[in-house]
């Protein structure tokens, strides 16, 4: 059986990932494919959207929806639904309950959308929360100030919403210990079921970066980083929330089961435009570009699949470069790499094939490797960069 | 042609002061060159020449010359114009072409003024007994103050202000005033042809197929095709292929006689075989004694060069003796270092030298290298009374083995604008100069006369007093003597391992300072570890400055790629790949740039 599913690849089912490129403003950290809403490029931004989930749908069960970007909800209501109807009705037919997730900002999240996205099925919202202290919000160019994330998530809740989750970030310019710890506090008196805490990167082309290479922000210490991961770990473990995942943090059992599928590197589809889809050993991601898949999608002549002309990387792994690969996803997991998971997924045991990672980071510290799976120790996850290369 | 139709000369002047567009000028004036032919700047033929503005290789042409004047009998005239390496390093290339000359014209840039090199060629010629036509270039630009500057000539090197030529090599205005100066003001050659073959060897070139061709200065008698040839300094013999003259083009002749400048190929095969200031004479017949002056070419900087990411030593050696077959002056030999692995110790005239050939290396044979720190030879007395030299740091022996270390002097002429004298004394103070004297070109600029220690000018000296000088500063040098100095070797140690590729020979009372300066360059380069890495730096086995690199506390990427699970591992692979091309030493991974931060001279 194990054997099977290592080689299905149309087996099972698959997450399905949309990507709504548009934002009121761009985030100075953001290196998602994000740009400011074109009202006019709408309507066929929603047919395409459309058209591309009814030609690529793999006609295999839906196992997780995650509507980002972007910014879902800077759509206005019927566009939305425009958008959401195609995959809420098939989960619907299906009959099956799965986690349909959506993201969105505190600012531009209303009642009315709240409940519009309930009514299409969404279970999960996600909120940009990143900070509760003003300045920090400054300066990672957020527009909402800390009072709408508690009203956020307490119109999520009148809506009906049992799973949410806040997005926070740490090693923001001018940030201390203390600020953060505050800010995880705040978090964890609203109460989420999910906490995504991440460690901020200055990506290639991002304003933030610029604004670091000019000497107009000044990094955050990388001990004082070191430190706040940890705290990170031990504030929110000490509140009921456990991290299952090196940023990801939740209670009562609710893991980001979209996420779990990405971490264990199984199949999902991917829609939209720089959306990436892993479907059959190959990864694909589609070009960065609105306007072109406008064209494409919406177009007089929409094709029958995906367009080669909208491909902007496709990769299909060997089995061995494969199963590496899921192995350094799934030591992002506290589950570790489990090894009965792993072998029936790639087909390799993992003691043999990774066995002098092994044993060189165990020895180090940085490693368990007992209880039929492979882990990050709590030193080794703050090391994981270097564990994980290892593994490739 | 009879030898008192014949003059030999060569242009002498400062970087930048117009000598190959002079030379160009003179081509075309005589009709050497047709103008529609005329590249610019035919004489410097080199890219990497052209692009440093700088003549590598001295080159040539035999001119032709109509003389209509009076004052020696007209006629035509035979030029042999012999041009000169233009740069500091090549004082002994310089004067074997000046040692081929009767005469040089001495050309200075008519906003300009005197310069260092100016001086350091002037004197030179003076010392060869050469006559001297003043040139002031440059005449028709708005900033010209010839007269000023033929002033500054006269006082400074006696030459009178009225017999100064004023030209502009640009446009052409002056040089058939100047064409006829030469005839009339330069002695034409000295020379008996009947008496044995004496004839000098000024420059050597590679001809890709025919070998090297000597240029060549004959004193005493013909030289011709097909005759037996001995070249008396290296003690070799040779059959004369082919001799002849450049017009500029290579033209075959019968033979030279006693004054003529030309060329030889006697079937070298490479240029290692021929040393430039050799005497040529017939094998059978030869003269009495070679030419003075001659020496083999002297190495005066050394450094090491190993390959690169991306580069093999096999590459790097192909590439290095693909470069050695051109330039006699440059030498290499394997070495190895532990952090480094094998690569080649190489020797060059200078730090110019230094530079042209790494960047010919880089540009012509595509090769990655990591360059260690220049360093000059050193001598060392044995107890034994023995001299040995070396030429690396790594080879100096700890100090009970030796009584005495020597290093090399130079003296060097400084020329700066006078409100610059107090900040380059203190620079010359820094580097341990002594000064010589003072002399005043005109009320505002000065010629510094100082003694350094050649260590102490090899790298970043330059850069200092042009930036001192706001690019006024020249210099130029030239080697004295040996002296000895209380120099020690500083090492410097990662994690408790020496790491030799980064060691220096400094003088004592400076260790201390360089010491800390290179672990401070050293602990920005290297990235933290697993573990806490002291660096230290050493004399013997006394740490004179320490460092710590911190242990790495966090390497995690803690954000959501999503889907782009590529993404993420790319990152990954590319971090990992980046250390593949560290050097691992002990258990620390350095990167390639931090033994070239130690050539970075950084703040003092």
Known sequence: MAQAKANAGSGGGVGWYVHLPFCTTKCGYCDFYSLPTQEDWIPDLVKAVRREMEVRDPGRAIRTVFVGGGTPTVLPADALRAVLEPISERVKKAGVEIEFTCEANPSTADELKLELLREMGVNRVSFGAQSFDLGELAVLQRLHDPSHIAEAVSLARAAGFENVNLDLIFGVPGQTMKSWRNSLRRAIELGPDHVSCYGLMYEEGTALTKQRRMGLVRPCDEDVEAEMFEATISDLGAAGYEQYEISNFARGGRRCEHNLIYWRNEEYLGVGPSAVSYLGGVRQKTKADVKAYIETWAGAEAPGTLAATLVFESEELGREARARETAVQMLRLNDGIELGRFTAQTGYEARELFGAAIEKNAAAGLLSNGGGAIRLTRAGQLLANRVMEDFL | ?604
């Open chain 2, 1 to 604: 042609m009879d030898i008192s139709r014949i003059r030999n000369f060569s242009i002498i002047a400062h970087i930048d002061h117009g000598k190959s567009t002079l030379a160009d000028r003179l081509l075309e004036t005589c009709g050497a060159v047709e103008k529609r032919d005329m590249r610019a700047q035919y004489l410097d033929d080199m890219e990497l020449e052209r692009e440093m503005g700088i003549t590598i290789k001295a080159n040539r042409a035999t001119l032709r010359h109509e003389y209509k004047g009076t004052r020696v009998p007209a006629g035509e005239y035979m030029l042999n114009l012999i041009d000169t390496p233009g740069h500091v390093d090549f004082h002994y290339e310089v004067s074997r072409a000046l040692a081929a000359c009767e005469g040089v014209l001495l050309l200075v840039d008519a906003s300009q003024g005197i310069e260092a090199q100016t001086l350091a060629n002037a004197y030179k010629a003076v010392e060869a007994g050469l006559a001297i036509i003043p040139v002031i270039n440059k005449i028709d630009l708005p900033a010209a103050r010839p007269h000023d500057i033929a002033e500054e000539l006269e006082n400074t090197l006696s030459l009178p202000a009225e017999e100064a030529i004023f030209v502009s090599a640009k446009s052409g205005m002056g040089v058939p005033e100047l064409l006829d100066a030469i005839v009339e003001r330069l002695p034409p050659p000295k020379g008996d042809s009947t008496k044995p073959l004496k004839a000098l060897i000024y420059d050597a070139k590679v001809d890709p197929h025919r070998g090297v061709i000597c240029h060549i200065r004959v004193f005493d008698g013909l030289i011709a095709r097909n005759d037996k040839v001995q070249l008396m300094g290296v003690g070799r013999e040779y059959h004369a292929t082919d001799v002849g003259k450049f017009f500029p083009k290579i033209t075959s002749l019968e033979n030279l006689t006693a004054g003529d400048v030309g060329y030889m190929f006697a079937g070298i095969k490479t240029i290692h075989d021929v040393n430039i200031g050799d005497t040529v004479t017939h094998a059978s017949n030869p003269c009495d004694a070679a030419l003075p002056g001659y020496h083999p070419p002297q190495q005066m900087v050394f450094c090491d060069f190993f390959p690169g990411p991306g580069t093999t030593s096999i590459q790097l050696r192909e590439a290095l003796e693909k470069l050695w077959l051109n330039d006699s002056s440059f030498g290499f030999e394997p070495t190895s270092s532990a952090a480094l692995g094998t690569g080649f110790r190489c020797g060059f005239l200078g730090l110019l030298h230094m530079k042209i050939i790494q960047e010919r290396l880089e540009r012509e044979s595509a090769v990655d290298l990591v360059q260690t720190a220049p360093t000059v030879p050193y001598e060392l007395l044995l107890p034994n009374n023995k001299v040995i030299k070396i030429e690396s740091p790594a080879d100096m022996p700890s100090p009970d083995k030796f009584l005495e270390i020597r290093e090399p002097m130079i003296r060097a002429e400084i020329v700066v604008p006078a409100r610059s004298i107090g900040a380059l004394m203190q620079l010359a103070d820094e580097r341990r100069g002594t000064h010589k004297k003072t002399d005043y070109l005109s009320t505002d600029r000065v010629v510094l006369t100082y003694e350094f220690p050649m260590g102490e000018v090899i790298y970043d000296f330059y850069d200092r007093l042009k930036s001192l000088t706001s690019g006024y500063g020249t210099m130029n040098y030239e080697l004295t003597n040996y002296k000895a100095g209380d120099l020690v070797k500083l090492d410097i140690l990662v994690n408790a391992t020496p790491v030799d590729a980064l060691s220096v020979i400094v003088h004592r009372d400076k260790a201390e300072i360089r010491g800390r300066r290179l672990i401070t360059r050293l602990r920005k380069e290297i990235s933290r570890h697993q573990f806490e890495i002291p660096l230290q730096a050493a004399v013997g086995s006394k740490v004179i400055a320490r460092e710590t690199i911190k242990a790495v506390r966090k390497d995690v990427t803690a954000k959501c790629y999503g889907g782009d699970v590529s993404r993420k591992r790319k990152l990954l692979e590319k971090q990992k790949e980046g250390k593949k091309r560290m050097k691992q030493v002990g258990n620390v991974t350095i990167p390639q740039e931090a033994f070239m931060s130690v050539l970075d001279p950084g703040d003092e």
